[in-house]
Every structure is written in C-alpha cells, then in structure tokens.
C-alpha cells in the first residue's frame, strides 16, 4: 500500500512581492521609453562626450564655469546663519519698497524742503542708513583692487597650474 504524501498548498499571494515590483518596474520603463533612451545613451557614450567636451572647450563657457566656481567660493566663506538673514533682510526690503511704490503712487506727493529737513534729522533713518553706507564703503574698497588673473589662487592663497 502506498504511503500518503505530506503536500502543505501555499498560501496564494496577497500582495506583489519585489520581483513582481521589478518586473512592472521594467514594463514601465519599457512602455514610456526611458529603457530606449538609457540604451541609446549608452551607445552613444563616445559622440555624447565629444559633444560635451567641445562645448566645456569653448571660451564662454570656461568664463561661465570659472565664474560659477568664484560664486560658490565666495557662498562658501558665509556661515549659513548670516546668508539665511541677509537673504530674508534683502526680501523684506524688496517687499518694503514695493509697498512704498504702491502707496506712493496713491498719493504722490513729494516730502518738500520741511519734509526733507525732518528726514535729515531722523535718528532712526540714520540708524537704518548707516550699515548701506558702510555697505557701499566696502564694495567700493573692493572693486578698487585689481582683478586676480586665477580666482582660483586668491581664494586658496596657492598657485594653480596652468
């Protein structure tokens, strides 16, 4: 007599699991053309970086990357505390301004020379004004100096190889 055969069945999946997850993963990528393009690209790779490199070779370009690379040098010297106020100080003055034009353009009346003579005598103006002032100072100490030939070396203090 034959014996019996212990065969658990298996519970029916509820819910995909990762390669389902993959398989449709792909299908997409198929269906919409991105597995196309990734292969092209691939086949590609040559003519994409002859094209790359001549267009990085062109002279506005090198300006455009060199000038990028001076932005993000100087981004690099101010504590990000300091850049989160300045910015926020620039956008309320940008929104103080344009709520200045808008009543201005109401009312349109000039201060006269009484008025005028109060603004010069307005302590808190004077307060406010000071730090452009100061402001002003600097950038025009600075643009005073001449232009380095290699950004590069004024920010690291060493010379670059040419």
Do not use: C
Not at 128 to 157: C, N, R
């Amino acid at each position: 007599m034959a014996e019996p055969i212990n065969y658990d069945v298996p519970p029916p999946k509820t819910e995909p699991d990762a390669h389902d997850a993959l398989h449709e993963l792909l299908h997409s990528l198929h269906h919409h053309g991105f597995l196309r393009l990734a292969n092209d690209m691939v086949s590609a790779n040559t003519q994409i970086a002859k094209i790359l490199v001549e267009g990085l070779n062109k002279p506005g370009s090198q300006n455009a990357m060199q000038n990028l690379s001076v932005l993000l040098m100087a981004l690099s010297d101010i504590p990000p505390g300091q850049f989160h106020k300045t910015v926020y100080a620039v956008k309320s003055a940008l929104n103080a301004v344009n709520i200045h034009a808008e009543t201005q353009q109401r009312h349109e009346v000039a201060p006269g020379v009484s008025g005028t003579w109060k603004l010069l005598h307005d302590e808190s103006l004077w307060h406010a004004v000071m730090p452009l002032v100061a402001g002003l100072k600097a950038f025009a100490t600075a643009m005073e100096q001449p232009a380095p030939d290699k950004p590069i070396s004024a920010f690291t203090g060493k010379d670059s190889h040419a």
